[in-house]
């Protein structure tokens, strides 16, 4: 399958802005359709908000998406869970034929399934990625998933554009969850827990992955017995919390011990049925639940969470535009790497709402809704992106291995772009597990701005309104160290 010119093209665009792992998020559909309207959209997050380019290619999605990128930004491939593109858009050598069933043959522009692919780098290899993926394997009586496959790609092979050298490993047959497939660091920094919930069951299913490839697969019986169907599930961002979103309306929440791969001290969260959604801030206290016209927040630090619901936003009434408008419901959400939650519209419209401030308690999480226009339609699309930036627990029972990512006190780094500037520059940063703060000196030493960065975020653009001509100190300081970078304005 090969894209045309233009995908190229902003491609190329793309790769000079991009940044982080986790930066990249491709939607869309109808490249060949010939409307302006249809299409497929890349967002990234370079310049610490969603940049949006328009794109016309091959792949199609629909609500299966994966992919990743290198640490500097530059797409390395992705997946629709009908076949893997290589980061031209073209079909990866090896790349088809990806979850055999009659149900993946229905959708050759992409699978209906959420969290159905999921991509993580393989332990101590930097060439070789693991894509784990689902698909329905049984439509009757009822839509039910049996395996777990496992593809692995090398990034080395082909010129550096990839190929697929393993594919369709069944590395689970069990009764299994539609989606919902999640990752978490193991304590160690290095290795993963694979995550997915077993059905007609209260069981959850880990795999640990390591250096080796999957060296255990076990499972814990905990929580609330399940049925094959849709929802959302994932990770906080410090990975020791794990929430599992059933279509019925219930939540369940869990503490994670990453070092042993056990749940414990479940708390049952009921919402409205009909909860298709679900995300927790980046600073692990919210969590936040969608239920087609109505928007929920729970406090995590409450005595009593569930009675700390608060409605933080109604569906407005706002019609997608286009030939086809549609309502901007509530769907499914994802936390970016700009420190905002986005969610899906429900219904293929051309818009991702916001949470703009999802680190603040009720209404101050500031709700926009269509406040993303996407510029073509998609089909409630968003990338399955565990936290990659985790690093060990220092100090704990399972900090056994070295994995290159330095104790807390000297991972902090900072860059400021431009120097000299009129006061707006761009700051980037290690992100953290913690909140920091950013101050700027004048030459006197007295603070003339301040602000607080939020935790695992690493890009911030600042406006410092007033600034006289001189030489300034930006800094910022975390609970075990302090970086600071000289910047001049003019």
Known sequence: MKSILLTLLLFCQYFAYGQGINNNWITGYGGGFGDPDFGESTIDFFTGSASISLNHMEMDFRQTHANISDSSG??????????IADANGDT??????????TFTNMFPDGLTIPQASLIIPKPDDSDTYFLFHTTIDTTVPLYAVHFLYLTEIDMSLNGGKGEVINKN????????????ISAVKHGNGRDWWIIIPGTFSSRYIKLLVTPIGISSVSSQNIGIHTIPRIGQAGFNNSG??????DFNGEIELFDFDRCTGLYSNQILLNTTVGSAGACLSSNDRFLYSSATDSLFQFDLTAANVQASQTLVAVYDSFLSAGAFPLPTFFEHMALAPDGKIYMTTGNGTQHYHIIDQPDSLGTACNVIQHGLNLGHYYYNTLPNHPNYHLGPLVGSVCDTVYTGIPPPEERLTLKLYPSPNSGAF???YTPLPENLILQVFNILGEE????????????????????????YMATITSSASTKSVKFLVE
């Open 426 to 428: 761009q700051i980037t």
């Open 74 to 83: 530059n797409l390395l491939f992705f997946t629709n869970g009908y076949y």
């Open 92 to 101: 990866m050598l090896n790349g088809t034929g990806i979850n055999p069933s």
């Open 448 to 471: 003339v701005y301040s602000q607080l960065l939020p935790q695992w975020s690493q890009l911030q653009n600042i406006y410092v309104p007033n600034l006289t001509a001189g030489v």
């Open 169 to 180: 490993q069944i590395v689970l047959n069990d009764s299994i969850s539609i989606g919902k």
């Open 240 to 245: 020791n919390k794990y929430f599992h979103l």
